[in-house]
């Protein structure tokens, strides 16, 4: 559902949007959206993984294991919480 929106921006950044728009055929608004499109993008691509964030703390209180015991540890985890 499409919902206006105001915005208050600086006016030499107004003229350059008004410009942009023109040189590239597309309304301000697409041009937001877009933007706006990409940023939430990004924040979800910045997300951790369940699987990692469920291995978060594991090793607070003792020395990270040998690779064989970290994949056992990885393992056992990832079982118990799925």
């Keep these: 559902m499409q919902k206006k929106l105001t915005l208050s921006i600086d006016e ?3 003229k350059f949007a008004h410009h942009f728009s023109k040189e590239t055929n597309q ?4 041009m937001v959206e877009e933007y706006l499109l990409r ?3 990004h924040n979800d691509e910045d997300s951790v993984n369940p699987r990692i964030e ?14 064989k015991e970290l994949r056992k ?8 919480r799925s």
Aim: no cysteine.
């Design 12 to 14: 030499e950044l107004i």
């Design 27 to 30: 309304s301000i608004s697409k």
């Design 39 to 41: 940023l939430k993008k």
């Design 54 to 67: 469920n291995l978060y703390g594991i090793f607070e209180d003792q020395p990270i294991p040998d690779k």
């Design 73 to 80: 540890i990885f393992y056992d985890k990832s079982n118990y």
